[in-house]
């Protein structure tokens, strides 16, 4: 089975300066992984995703992560943070070799907020 | 193009009632996945259908609980006789294709047992 950890509940960051938000995951085989952004009584939205390739990947309003598989992490980053990037940010995965329950959804962890400072 | 679509937004049921949420997924999409948030929680997978199939229900609770994803219409996620636990927001998200693809998910339904 996989599972993702988020360990921050809260970042906090001034506006301008680089952020970061933590996920490292657990798997049995290789990840497919995800970010998600979601703000107040909305829906998630998609940021980006690690499929193969390219350690880095770049996503959607300027952010990027980076997949490192010794770490088994998939830290998401910004180099210049905004205010309107306060929201609510899940990291999730699926196991690309589990064919078991639950194989076609994706296992999130339970969430980092940003909070963005003027 | 529109996107995910769920209705109602917002749900109150008393207990013992029934609850039925609707998902419509984005054009061309055929891969439809129902999700439950608790406050506070991260999602959690309930069940992946196609159309007129229910490929995965390993998340769903074996009592209560149904989805469906007719040939024509939304996909239906059906509560019966709500409990109060069940209070939640239940998010449908779709995709074009399995596993590597992303989801894309819909606003969300907030069901309140009262």
């Not at chain 2, 937004?9 to 984005?26: D, F, I, K, T, Y």
């Not at chain 2, 439950?36 to 209560?64: A, C, H, T």
Request: aromatic share 12%.
């Amino acid at each position: 089975a996989q599972s993702v950890a988020q360990p921050e509940d809260q970042v906090n960051v001034a506006e301008g300066n680089p952020l970061t938000v933590k996920c490292t995951y657990s798997v049995s085989g290789n990840p497919y992984l995800f970010w998600y952004v979601q703000y107040p009584n909305r829906g998630l939205q998609f940021l980006l995703k690690y499929i193969t390739g390219d350690n880095l990947v770049k996503g959607s309003y300027g952010f990027e992560a980076e997949f490192n598989k010794s770490q088994t992490s998939f830290h998401l980053k910004k180099p210049s943070a905004l205010v309107s990037d306060s929201a609510l940010y899940f990291c999730a995965v699926r196991d690309i070799e589990w064919s078991g329950g639950g194989a076609d959804g994706l296992t999130f962890g339970k969430g980092t907020h940003l909070i963005i400072q003027p | 193009n529109a996107g995910v679509m769920q209705n109602p937004r917002h749900l109150v049921r008393r207990r013992g009632q029934e609850a039925r949420l609707r998902c419509s997924p984005m054009k061309g999409h055929s891969h439809v996945y129902w999700y439950r948030q608790l406050p506070e929680e991260g999602l959690k997978f309930m069940v992946y259908l196609q159309k007129e199939n229910i490929i995965d229900e390993s998340g769903m609770p074996k009592e209560r609980f149904s989805a469906e994803f007719p040939k024509e219409g939304p996909s239906i996620l059906r509560i019966q006789q709500v409990v109060r636990g069940d209070s939640a927001a239940y998010f449908c998200a779709s995709s074009l294709g399995r596993l590597s693809y992303e989801q894309y998910f819909g606003p969300g339904t907030r069901l309140t047992v009262t």
